[in-house]
């Protein structure tokens, strides 16, 4: 029986490709690719017929698609853009979410509470961000053991202390690989702290000096811009 073309596809499909024989000459369809051209195909569209909120939307898109397409090189990214790859390293080093549509950087949050030298007493501090954050490290500006015990750390609605007490001093800026689970805090959150100050007095403070004591929290948030 003579070969007919269903059995060249069946034995070298990327040579039934080359004659035309599948219909596709391209080996193979790149989904990310496809997805991006369509994409970009339906804003022009909706450009055209006035839908620019539809247009602005498949835009943004497009760009995810772009930036989270698995493999792709900088070149490729930057042919994609009309720039060459130099002009590309320049931009990512003004803002590194640049072709992201989620903008995230590493910020600070504090909450601080007021206490005076030389009387022990409790303390409460909470505060909400400006922006969302998910912290990664909790630091406190306590100067040493036993300034400070704390009872409640409280992300949202999440409690990240499942003990009784833990002394400040853990969690200070030279502590060495302490970190906490802590969940996303919103902006519609808040952060709580609280804890008992023992009324330790060290140098250079005196009895009756104002501290503030601050417990920061470092992590990725959405950046403000």
């Known amino acids: 029986m003579r070969p007919n073309s269903n059995a060249l596809i069946g034995r070298d499909p990327a040579m039934a490709a080359l004659f035309g024989l599948t ?12 997805a991006i051209q369509r994409t970009e195909s339906l804003a022009e569209e909706d450009t055209r017929h006035g839908a620019y909120r539809n247009a602005e939307q498949l835009d943004r898109d497009a760009a995810m698609l772009l930036s989270d397409r698995p493999g792709h090189s900088d070149h490729w990214y930057a042919s994609k853009l009309g720039i060459n790859t130099a ?73 990240v202390l499942v003990g009784s007490q833990e002394d400040a001093f853990n969690y200070t800026a030279t502590a060495v690989d302490v970190r906490l689970s802590m969940p996303l805090l919103r902006t519609s959150s808040r952060a709580l702290v609280a804890g008992q100050y023992s009324g330790l007095t060290i140098a250079p403070y005196t009895a009756g000096f104002e501290y503030s004591l601050i417990a920061t929290f470092h992590g990725p948030a959405r950046m403000n811009t």
């Open 87 to 159: 002009t590309l390293a320049r931009l990512k080093l003004m803002d590194p979410n640049f072709g992201s549509t989620e903008k995230i950087g590493h910020y600070s949050f504090t909450v601080t509470a007021a206490i005076v030298t030389g009387t022990s007493e409790g303390f409460t501090a909470t505060n909400s961000p400006l922006c969302d954050i998910k912290p990664e490290r909790m630091i406190f500006n306590v100067p040493c053991f036993n300034f400070a015990l704390i009872n409640t750390v409280q992300i949202g609605n999440t409690s």
């Open 23 to 34: 219909g596709q000459a391209d080996f193979g369809v790149d989904a990310y690719e496809h």
